[in-house]
């Protein structure tokens, strides 16, 4: 598996509303700009999603993947890995842990780990998991802070 990148953010709101807008897969195309759809394939019997497909489309970057989703109980981790290989990625694992802090806000870290399925090196590669991984946080907390 690929190197784990890391990055946090703190968010203006409880962990539950972090959760949540995380959660809601089918609203990611209102507020994820690469994310062209999300669509719940399955999911378990409280409701939570276990299989979504995301469309990607970012400019030079597109893919479509299926993610498998697991949940701690009290969803202070959510936590994802590639069902299969797409055109773009060998591998993908990630999550979030969202931590509550004493004065209302929370802290959110972002980790993952994409093996693509292109070579690119190793240097670029880094650069390109910040660029994502800082967007995808940003993207968040906008979302969260916002509704």
Do not use: C, N
Not at 86 to 92: L, V
């Amino acid at each position: 598996m690929a190197d784990t990148s890391t990055q946090s953010i703190v968010i203006d709101a409880p962990p539950d509303r972090v959760a949540a807008v995380i959660a809601d897969f089918a609203r990611y195309p209102e507020w994820v700009a690469a994310v062209k759809s999300a669509e719940v394939v399955e999911e378990y019997e409280d409701g939570y999603a276990s299989q979504v497909h995301f469309v990607l489309d970012s400019g030079p970057v597109s893919d479509e993947y299926t993610l498998r989703y697991e949940y701690a109980e009290d969803l202070s981790r959510i936590e994802w890995s590639l069902t299969a290989p797409s055109k773009m990625q060998k591998q993908q694992e990630g999550s979030y842990d969202i931590a509550a802090s004493p004065d209302g806000t929370s802290t959110v870290t972002y980790s993952l780990s994409v093996e693509l399925a292109i070579g690119m090196l190793g240097m670029f590669k880094r650069k390109a998991e910040k660029m994502i991984m800082d967007t995808a946080l940003k993207e968040l907390k906008r979302r969260v802070e916002g509704s």
